[in-house]
């Protein structure tokens, strides 16, 4: 088996993009510091993915990347930054009860803490938002770990490559290649000649609305809103609406503040669902772009109606369990608020929860699930299938009943007044069919696995929804893997799986399976 | 930094080699109605590729006409060409480039500037024909071309097997005060040259220097062959084939033309007075030896495809001429010509991506010449203040230029000044400076 590629050059590319990932620890080493924690866990983290990423530095001094070499150092990046991303949580959590923690108790022990470390951080790199953590507290955690939990979420949603080519030159030469394999949506949309000023333009905007919420939160706070929205609750949130992360620092998630908070993060999470590069276009004056683009316009359709729907649903009283959230039969600002916020947070995959939605009824999983299934825009830092790749879908199955009727009708598929290529609608159906495998082949391996540590029998609604939160980089399932529940229970193997699922799932599947089929089948 | 943006209209290739000289050093966008080159561009260059018809106002308005600097129309259709530029210049002040390929557009656009809407016209058989005029005044130079106003001159010359200087070393080979080697190609490779480089029968070499110590080296490595290219035939009376003609005429030479049309013949013959026009296929070996086609001293084949140059040039070699020339329209095709005997191979498409290239650069650039189907290039470059050869010996400045990188010369005040190790460069000295493709952007930056 003879696999063409440059392994040195890719190592090398990848070494810089580790070296500089390190240096974003400085944000929670600076945390540690002004909470007075403990500072080593950080400085020595980033001794050592400095130290690997000069190591890998070194392998080429002049790095010449192909087509297939960016294809490989976009999705190692990614591994990589999950592997360098575990590193605190390993140091942190040593010699205390944390599950993330490395443990030396015994062989088995081992392995299961650096899983699990692996686990948490691909979730937060990948902005999926699933935990395996045994219990979410700053008291439990450190200031300094749960704010890099959050920072792992931001950085991972905009594209890790994305800003590796906004500030590095050496990487912009390839940038156009890089983008692709790396960002959301079927194509690239080069935004300006230079790709540089592409990824810093998309960048610029994904900063810019990150600062606008976490200075609304912390307005909030001061205004007397928000008690509980302090500074660093504001900007830990920040950092993990906009990228369509869902980790917050406290167990009950955004239930845990006032309903005007709440309120607040909903335009933040539809926002965070958008095509960013609508925005861009919004900043130069151009606002019809985004009131025209068809995508937009389906993504904005389906959540109103969605809302309608799942507001109905919780108005009649669908909620089981009314600890988390309150009941909603009869509450109309409750019931709104709870439909709006977890289908803002749902579709676009963020994953965070304002009500324990996996008490609700079957009618209103069932919306949730739906929306699931949905995603949020190309260009968009949300997971899942994307709204455009629907939309292609509908209108190629709707030409297929029309050329049937009409055998000799030619129909070319239109999208917002264009032609949609034919070579760009069987890549999108492609994607679409080996999402749905995927997420039933991993659905069932995951059910398959007997080795389970949940306190009650995993049902086959739970096992399926663990593969789909985790291939659609959503976060949370439903029954015991709802938003105030917990990964930790399945086993290494099937931990395993899922930090498979949460990678392919953020780098859109297919340059990882290309890599896998171009290295089983020897190029 | 603000970058100048360009708008390329026409993703040929002439535009992707002008698109992929300017990507390092400006704003590049890049219009073609084919979706399949724009989706290729999108990855392969550092350029914005947008799909549509350059002519169209609102395609223009789109690629950001109104803050680019310049519209360069080089598609392979005239008309195209220049309905572009005029519709760019109803919507915004740009500077309009047009590539022609007939002459006569450029002689309207001439006799009013302006005309059309183009600021500048691009005739690419006038200069094919002035290209293939030059090479043809040196004996085996595979690429001739000027600068700093004529006072230095740049030549690639292939050795060959019974060249004199072949074996010596490159210290050996430099007898001339105001000369210097500035690469040396060998096969693939690109060598630069150092006192000790060994030069080998085949390698092609590029020299910088004043004309007449290149045309001393020119008479040194051909021994004695040397003598002017009085008897010229050209082969083929196409549109090309009317205008290498009309250049040696218009410089005194006496050409031949052969052509088998015989209206086309007619027509020719009325058109240059000073040309021979004879009717005949260029591929009747028994006519070209009667008329001593062999004992010309340059053979240009002109003729309608790239198929028809080869046969055509092969076939003047094989009767004994010492020097053949071919137009080839194809890029990838040139290296093949050479390769298998022709003595140069002449791609319009390349001189007038190079000519535009020469032309969007002026000012911080004011020449390029593009060797060996853009392996390297040699620039001319006036020294700023900030320029890193500035106030400085050429020993010390080379430490931070890229390795491939080969001053050529200086001109001082209308003077060639031969750079050597303990040369100091001041501010307004034009460098002519022979580089790698690949660190052109760079350089031209850092000087």
């Known amino acids: 088996m003879v696999w063409r590629v440059d392994l040195r050059a890719t190592g090398s590319m990848l070494g810089t993009v580790v070296t500089y990932f390190s240096l974003t620890m400085l944000v929670p080493l600076v945390v540690a510091i002004v909470y007075g924690e403990d500072v080593w866990v950080f400085a020595v983290s980033i001794v050592i993915a400095a130290g690997i990423g000069l190591a890998l530095d070194r392998l080429d001094p002049d790095p010449d990347l192909g087509p297939k070499e960016a294809l490989l150092l976009v999705s190692l990046a990614w591994l ?104 959301p949506g079927p194509e690239l949309q080069k935004l300006t000649p230079k790709i540089a000023e592409t990824a810093r333009a998309l960048w610029l905007i994904y900063f810019g609305f990150t600062v606008l919420c976490a200075a609304s939160l912390y307005g909030l706070h001061l205004a007397g809103y928000a008690p509980e929205m302090n500074l660093y609750n504001a900007i830990a949130h920040g950092f993990s609406t906009l990228p369509t992360g869902g980790f917050s620092p406290q167990a009950q998630s955004i239930a845990y503040f006032s309903a005007a908070v709440q309120w607040v993060i909903i335009p933040f999470m539809v926002i965070a669902g958008v095509n960013f590069a609508l925005f861009w276009h919004v900043l130069r004056g151009e606002a019809e772009a985004m009131a025209q683009n068809r995508e937009f316009r389906t993504y904005a359709g389906a959540i109103a109606v969605l809302i309608a729907v799942l507001f109905a649903i919780l108005y009649r009283g669908a909620t089981m369990d009314p600890a988390i959230g309150g009941a909603t039969q009869g509450m109309t600002e409750r019931s709104l608020r709870q439909a709006a916020f977890q289908i803002g947070s749902l579709m676009n995959s963020t994953g965070y929860a304002n009500a324990n939605f996996a008490q609700w009824d079957a009618n209103a999983q069932a919306i949730l699930l739906f929306a699931m299934f949905v995603g949020g825009s190309a260009g968009s830092t949300g997971g899942g299938i994307k709204v455009i790749r629907w939309l292609v879908v509908m209108k190629a199955i709707r030409r297929e009943l029309h050329t049937t009727a009409h055998p000799n009708r030619v129909q070319p598929v239109r999208l917002g007044g264009r032609v949609v290529d034919e070579d760009a609608i069987r890549g999108i159906v492609v994607f679409t069919l080996l999402y749905i495998v995927l997420f039933a082949v991993a659905g069932v391996f995951i059910m398959l696995d007997p080795n389970h540590g949940f306190p009650q029998e995993l049902t086959v609604l739970e096992g399926f929804s663990a593969s789909l939160a985790t291939l659609g980089n959503i976060g949370p399932g439903f029954g015991q893997l709802g938003p ?24 859109e599947i297919v340059p990882v399976l290309a890599l896998f089929v171009a290295g089983l089948e020897g190029d | 930094m603000v970058l100048v943006r360009v708008v390329i209209v026409g993703a040929g290739e002439v535009g992707r080699s ?120 040196l004996p085996r130079a595979l690429d001739v071309d000027q600068f700093a106003d004529g006072l230095v001159r740049m030549a690639e010359f292939e050795l060959g097997p019974e060249s004199p200087i072949g074996g010596k070393t490159v210290a050996e080979a ?212 900030e320029s890193v050869l500035a106030n400085r010996t050429i020993v010390e400045a080379a430490a931070e230029l890229p390795d491939c990188v080969v001053i050529g010369a200086i001109s001082r005040e209308g003077e060639l000044v031969v750079p050597r190790g303990a040369t100091t460069i001041v501010p307004g000295d034009h460098v002519v400076v022979f580089a790698d493709s690949s660190v052109v952007d760079e350089v031209s930056d850092q000087i």
């Open chain 1, 80 to 183: 990589a930054a999950a592997v360098i991303g575990a590193i605190p949580y390993l140091l942190a959590g040593y010699g205390t009860e944390s599950t993330v923690g490395l443990s030396l108790a015994s062989p088995d022990a081992f392995l299961e803490s650096i899983v699990n470390a692996l686990f948490e951080s691909t979730s937060g790199v990948t902005t999926t938002g699933a935990t395996v953590l045994g219990e979410i507290s700053t008291d439990r955690h450190s200031h300094a770990i749960m704010m890099w939990r959050q920072l792992t979420q931001w950085l991972g949603g905009m594209g890790i490559i994305v800003l590796m080519i906004a500030i590095l030159p050496e990487i912009a030469v390839n940038g156009a290649q890089l983008m692709r394999s790396e960002a």
């Open chain 1, 484 to 507: 105030f529940g917990s990964y930790l229970h399945f086993s290494k193997a099937s931990k395993l799986l899922m930090v498979f699922l949460m990678w392919i799932g953020r780098l």
């Open chain 2, 18 to 137: 002008i698109a992929s000289n300017l990507e390092g050093t400006h704003d590049v966008v890049v219009i073609d109605t084919d979706a399949a080159v724009i989706d290729d561009l999108t990855y392969s260059m550092d350029v914005l590729p947008l799909h549509g018809d350059g002519t169209d106002v609102e395609v223009l308005r789109e690629a950001g006409i109104e803050e680019a600097d310049m519209l360069l129309a080089c598609t392979d259709v005239d008309e195209t060409n220049i309905v572009a530029c005029g519709a760019a210049k109803t919507v915004a002040d740009v500077f309009t480039v047009a590539r022609v390929k007939r002459r006569g557009l450029l002689d309207t656009w001439e006799h009013a500037e302006g005309a059309f809407g183009v600021d500048f016209m691009v005739c690419t058989d006038l200069l094919t024909a002035e290209a293939i005029f030059r090479i043809s005044g």
């Open chain 2, 174 to 385: 430099d007898q001339f005060d105001s000369m210097t080697f500035a690469a040396v190609f060998r096969d693939e490779d690109l060598i630069v040259p150092r006192g000790d480089t060994r030069l080998e029968p085949g390698d092609r070499v590029v020299v910088i220097g004043s004309e007449d110590s290149i045309r001393e080296f020119a008479d040194e490595i051909t021994a004695g062959q040397t003598q002017d290219a009085d008897d010229v035939v050209i082969l083929g009376g196409s549109e090309l084939g009317f205008q290498i003609a009309k250049v040696f005429e218009d410089r005194g030479y006496r050409p031949r033309l052969i052509e088998v049309d015989h209206d086309r013949a007619r027509e020719l013959a009325e058109r240059l007075p000073n040309t021979t026009v004879m009717e005949s296929d260029v591929t009747d070996t028994e006519f070209l030896v009667r008329e001593h086609v062999d004992k010309s001293d340059v053979v240009v084949a002109a003729l309608g495809t790239d198929e028809q140059n080869l046969l055509a040039s092969l076939l003047a070699e094989r009767i004994g001429t010492p020097r053949t020339l071919a137009v080839v329209e194809t890029v990838d095709y040139a290296d093949l010509f050479e390769a298998v005997g022709i003595d140069a191979a002449i791609n319009p498409r390349e001189e007038v991506a190079e000519e535009i290239v020469r032309f969007t650069r002026a000012g911080q650039t004011e020449k390029v010449s593009i060797l060996e189907h853009d392996r390297g290039e040699v620039l001319e470059i006036e020294i700023g203040e």
